[in-house]
């Protein structure tokens, strides 16, 4: 057991979101499914209750608890990107697998979680401080996914 574990709750479906995760993202692995001993508010006995999985390294926990909370922004998981193709590969597929788009990288899948997709340009750019982190960071303020070619050419002025 790992002395630190994100817990993230779902209705219903965290067996699903982990295996979307686990198939999407490089370091990530399928763990245990514990199926509930008894009813419970969000379920019923037998039913998954939680699964233990790995998404990029970071070891989680998905409890279906039904609905009573709701994911936002306050959390996400954070991916640093070698390029535009590796930002266009995680991108399109939570967008496209029914998630939505957000502001400067952000982007929610459609179980609610959030997530940054964040080029390493961007992340070096914003490093540099100064005059380069400010025209990385103008760059990005307008974008939804991260154009690297345009925060290249911000960061050369």
């Not at 692995?29 to 001993?37: F, I, L, Q």
């Not at 266009?88 to 459609?110: F, H, M, P, T």
Request: charged share 20%; with cysteine.
């Amino acid at each position: 057991m790992n002395k630190n574990t994100v817990c993230l709750w779902y209705v219903s479906d965290a067996e699903e979101a982990a295996r979307f995760y686990t198939g999407l993202f490089p370091d990530s692995s399928m763990g245990k499914v514990h199926y509930a001993p008894s009813d419970y508010p969000g379920g019923k006995q037998g039913a998954a209750l939680t699964v233990d999985f790995t998404v990029a390294g970071i070891p989680c926990i998905g409890l279906n608890g039904g609905d009573v909370f709701k994911h936002n922004e306050a959390f996400s998981f954070q991916i640093s990107t070698e390029d535009q193709a590796e930002t266009d590969l995680y991108w399109n597929a939570i967008v496209g697998n029914g998630g939505e788009e957000s502001q400067c990288g952000w982007c929610r899948d459609k179980w609610g979680i959030s997530w940054q997709i964040t080029p390493r340009a961007l992340t070096e750019a914003m490093m540099q401080g100064g005059d380069v982190a400010k025209r990385a960071f103008e760059a990005m303020m307008p974008m939804k996914k991260i154009d690297v070619a345009a925060i290249e050419a911000a960061v050369r002025g």
